[in-house]
């Protein structure tokens, strides 16, 4: 059985000026269902993209949606099949740049129901939750070791180019 689902993107919001990435917490019914400390999860901004949309296009409005943030350039990390095994959804993750001086601490869609928690979290701290094992989630994970590799080039890059 294959169960039919859109394509997905993932954006990994990135300010190379601040060095620091933007999280959102939300909860998500996995970590009530199994009776987690937490009912929430921080993760990367994401969504489904809609009929007739590019990928890019679903992220600019998801970013905005979820994040209250613009994006500038745009880099792709990965495009793969979530589970090829079962479905066949894609999902495609990208770097976003932003500018995070002027985060929003709540965002989200009132008619989706969405109540989401922003944060900014420096490089730093997000290699410290990578390397004691803290990321429980693919999306956040890809971005991160993909981070870890890429930060020095997209500062200078997108730093120096600005």
Known sequence: VLVEKRASVIALPYDPVRDTVVLIEQVRPVKVFVGADSPCMFELCAGLVDPGESTEQALR???????????????????????????????????????TSAIQDVCGKVEEFESIHVSVMPFSQLMQALDAGNIDN?????????????????????????
């Open 61 to 99: 409005r998801e970013l905005d949606e979820e994040c209250a943030l613009s994006a500038g350039r745009i880099e792709q990390i990965s495009q793969y099949w979530v589970s090829p095994g079962w479905t066949s959804e894609q999902l495609s993750i990208y770097c976003v740049e932003v500018d």
């Open 138 to 162: 693919g999306g956040l994970l890809i971005g991160a070791l993909w981070l870890s590799r890429h930060r020095d080039r997209l500062r200078k890059e997108w730093v120096q180019n600005s």
